[in-house]
């Protein structure tokens, strides 16, 4: 029996509007993905109700016997996949987590270095507007014109900034990460290495990324891209922990664990969200199935496809293609802005998000590029074939802009690839 339709009749019909948007369009938002009924029912559940400020065995309140069970789980499940030794599994989003190494290993004002979020970092990698910009001294890194990162060029910064902490990963680069030579780079400037590996993480899992396990002193994830579970984060590292609720230990590596739990409670979090870590550990236990690797597998397969299309098709691609989920597109190549391309493919039921790229001449809200993702399509069951239609489809509508019958012909196309792989089948409850 479901209660929604008749406690919240309007709620209810939004969540149904909701669900026939992402089943009748094509998501190829990169940082999105569909979790399964599984990670749904988790999500769904009376752990909500209970309050457990602290961790397992530490609690503040009272009844947490069965919450420190599925906490643990969840940790387990964690290091094990990622090969770790420790993990909180508490912070509430990638932002919150980011936010916690900081506060965990940098004192204010001291100097952190992050990727440009114009090419193709993130906000909490030290922009200016961000807490990481305010609070810390950031400086900033950049690719080459050729969209790839330089790591010669990046070793040179570190060794003029001098930083204490540098972040690596993207929201924007189509290309792996050789953390060997990033870990050398933080060694030789005496710096922490942060590998924020949030679009990646699946594809470590699958193992056609590398891990930085062996390279970073701290990792930070979040689990609803890639890893298809829900909208939450963990941060894992070695070391050796000691109980965080008591004086704060010596600000070394060994105690890495430690004073990363102090940073996330209780030094920024309350209680943490126990129905979302009972679906991160339904999702890492999916994760740790054969049946993930051939996704993983499978999402890099579809977007070296669709690259590939578009290429043919006369798109400019920074990097020249992809080696992981996610393509960057310079849509000036074909007259178009950004925002105008995504526009118009969300014309035909395909969402893209306008991006900047490297050394782009136009502003953020209207900037020269598109990113595309792959890994949505790929849990929706798609592979190449459907991949080298997309790509067809999408070159022919950023190249006709003004054509109705190739957009009306667009929509046919994929009103009948939502129809033959649905993101739920109906009816859904």
Known sequence: MRYLPKTDAKINQLINKEL???????????SENYVSRAVLEALGTPLTNKYSEGYPGKRYYDGNEFIDKIELLAQER???LFE????NVQPYSGSPANQAVCFALLAPGEKLMGLHLFYGGHLTHG???????????????VTGKDGWLDYNALEKQALIEKPRLIFVGATAYPRIFDWAALASIAKTVDAYLVADISHVAGLIIAGVHPSPAKYADVITTTTHKTLRGPRGAMILCNG?????????????????????????FP??????????????????????????????EQIVKNARVLANELLAHGLRLVTGGTDNHLILADVTSVGLTGK???NLLAQAGITVNKNTIPFDSRKPFDPSGIRLGTPALTTRGMK????????????????????DTVLQKSKKVMKELTAEFPVYPAPFS
């Open 20 to 30: 026939a948007r992402q089943n009748h369009e094509l998501s190829l938002i990169a």
């Open 78 to 80: 964690a290091k094990k």
């Open 84 to 87: 770790v030794s420790h993990a």
């Open 127 to 141: 922009w200016k507007v961000n807490f990481s910009g305010v609070y810390y001294n950031a400086v900033q890194y």
């Open 240 to 264: 050796e922990p000691s109980n965080p609720l008591l004086a704060p230990p010596e600000r070394t590596p060994k105690y890495l664990p430690t004073m990363i739990d102090r940073a996330v």
């Open 267 to 296: 030094g920024l979090q309350g209680g943490p969200h126990n129905h979302q870590t009972a679906a991160i550990a339904v999702a890492l236990a999916e994760a740790a199935k054969p049946a993930f690797r051939k996704y993983g």
């Open 340 to 342: 105008e391309a995504e």
């Open 384 to 403: 190449e074939g459907e991949l080298c239609l997309i790509g067809k489809i999408i070159a022919q509508i950023l190249q006709n802009p003004k054509s």
